[in-house]
């Protein structure tokens, strides 16, 4: 009977709670996106910014795939350094042409 009792009770403190902050989360969540002049073109630009990162990252990792090839056994026993810095420098153009796009 103790089981069910704790149990009522954080259910009603949970829903207390949730009916006391929502509408305030609700406001604070609802003004961030248009509350902010040009902010489209500020998240665009984090956009462009994360894409241009990205593309730099798999423009590395093809790089050491192919210099590494020997040494390094993430590349599936030494035998799938061919595919593996293929498709790095296809993720790679790929993020450079969002990046470009944005």
Do not use: D
Not at 58 to 76: D, K, P, T
């Amino acid at each position: 009977m103790q089981i069910k009792t704790s149990g009522i009770l954080v259910l009603s403190f949970l829903t207390l709670g949730l009916l006391i902050f929502e509408p305030a989360l609700a406001n604070k969540f609802e003004t961030i996106g248009s509350g902010v002049s040009g902010s489209n073109k500020i998240k665009i630009e984090y956009l462009r910014i994360t894409a241009f990162v990205t593309a730099s990252i798999m423009f590395i990792a093809g790089v050491l795939s192919i210099v590494m090839r020997e040494s390094n056994a993430q590349y599936l026993s030494y035998t799938m350094w061919k595919p593996s810095s293929i498709i790095f420098f296809i993720l790679c153009l790929v993020m450079l042409g969002t990046g470009f796009a944005l």
